[in-house]
């Protein structure tokens, strides 16, 4: 396995369209995360699942963003009727539950909203 | 657990000791984090410390912990062109991950 992977890598769409991204996690890892990371700042989370379920939402997780993880392995984080401020790179991470829970990121989708 | 603090930038020569700075938020966080992030690729955990020690030492990486000022701090000896990058402190908060804003570490000749 070569670690969690993300596609697309770069994404330039136009104000009001749809993108959908996909991050596929590292293989038995239980627990998948997204964050979003703007220029220079850290990444800030906006959700997360234990296999299936999806946990926990961040408030900065409008009603235009939808995440899925329908069979426990990779996941999709979609963004509908974007906007400039959705501009940025979204992270996504997998884990196994447990003792140090250590966070592998995957490359990022960077998102470009003109 | 949501404001963790670290300085912006830090300029070093190569050879040199570089110390990164952070404070974090919740006293209750059982690991702390430090990650590495270079361009165009993700965040890697570069080392951790677990909130009951003080001290990590991992080859040229010092971890120091004060839990009372609730302060960590990162030293990179004898610093290389590869350490260039940006480095983030983290706390868990339940799940997920607090960073902070990032570090950046440029290495001169």
């Known amino acids: 396995d070569t670690g969690v992977s993300q596609d697309p890598r770069h994404k330039i769409t136009k104000r009001g369209q749809n993108v959908t991204f996909r991050c596929d996690p590292i293989?038995?890892?239980?627990?998948l995360y997204w964050y979003r990371q703007t220029l220079g700042q850290g990444p800030e989370f906006l959700t997360y699942?234990?296999?299936?379920?999806?946990?926990?939402k961040s408030r900065l997780l409008s009603d235009r963003f939808s995440a899925e993880r329908p069979k426990g392995s990779f996941s999709t984080l979609e963004i509908q009727r974007t906007e400039q401020g959705d501009s940025a790179m979204y992270l996504c991470?997998?884990?196994?539950?447990?003792?140090?829970?250590?966070?592998?990121f995957g490359p990022g989708t960077r998102l470009t909203v003109l | 657990g949501e404001d963790v603090e670290q300085s912006l930038f830090l300029s070093v020569r190569e050879g040199d000791s570089s110390v990164i700075n952070c404070t974090y938020t919740?006293?209750?966080?059982?690991?702390l984090y430090w990650y590495k992030q270079e361009p165009g690729a993700g965040l890697q955990l570069l080392t951790y410390?677990?909130?009951?020690?003080d001290m990590k030492q991992d080859q040229r990486l010092t971890v120091l912990l004060n839990k009372k000022d609730k302060h960590l701090s990162l030293r990179i000896a004898d610093t290389q062109t590869g350490d260039s990058a940006i480095y983030f402190c983290?706390?868990?908060?339940?799940?997920?991950?607090?960073f902070g804003a990032g570090t950046t570490v440029t290495v001169r000749a």
């Open positions: 991470a997998s884990s196994v539950a447990g003792g140090l829970n250590e966070q592998f």
């Open positions: 293989s038995e890892h239980n627990r």
């Open positions: 699942f234990q296999n299936e379920a999806q946990l926990e």
């Open positions: 919740d006293s209750s966080s059982t690991y």
């Open positions: 410390i677990f909130s009951n020690m």
């Open positions: 983290a706390e868990p908060n339940d799940y997920k991950l607090s």
